[in-house]
């Protein structure tokens, strides 16, 4: 089955940290830049951090800048996401979504992984 899939989620307490994973199934990512996005209760989908290919373009969202830090080994290994410092208002679920090169359309999402900060 051809698919996207996020791991790491849990809970945690605030100012604690968490790495979530995005791994492909079925396909390989070499071809992808990979986002991650966030959805809390009553909130609209925010876009996080998103890396290229090759990992050498990587951008971050204000909210996250400083405490989140998306990685890949390689294009072909699961895309990380390490979150530092996390507060309640990081509570959501969170995606990964892989778009191809030259794309503006997202070829595959992921089913989330609940991330929930609390003591």
């Known amino acids: 089955q051809v698919k996207l899939v996020e791991s790491g989620g849990e809970l945690v307490q605030p100012g604690g940290s968490l790495k979530l994973s995005c791994a492909a199934s079925?396909?390989?990512?070499?071809?992808?830049?990979i986002f991650w996005f966030r959805q809390a209760p009553g909130k609209e989908r925010e876009g996080l951090s998103c890396i290229s290919r090759s990992g050498g373009s990587i951008n971050y969202a204000d909210s996250v800048k400083g405490r989140f830090t998306i990685s890949r080994v390689n294009a072909r290994t699961p895309v990380n996401l390490q979150m530092n410092s996390l507060t309640n208002e990081d509570t959501a679920v969170y995606f990964c979504?892989?778009?191809?090169?030259?794309?503006?359309?997202?070829?595959?999402w992921g089913q989330g992984t609940q991330v929930t900060v609390s003591s």
């Open positions: 079925g396909f390989s990512l070499s071809y992808y830049s």
């Open positions: 979504a892989a778009k191809p090169s030259g794309s503006d359309v997202f070829g595959y």
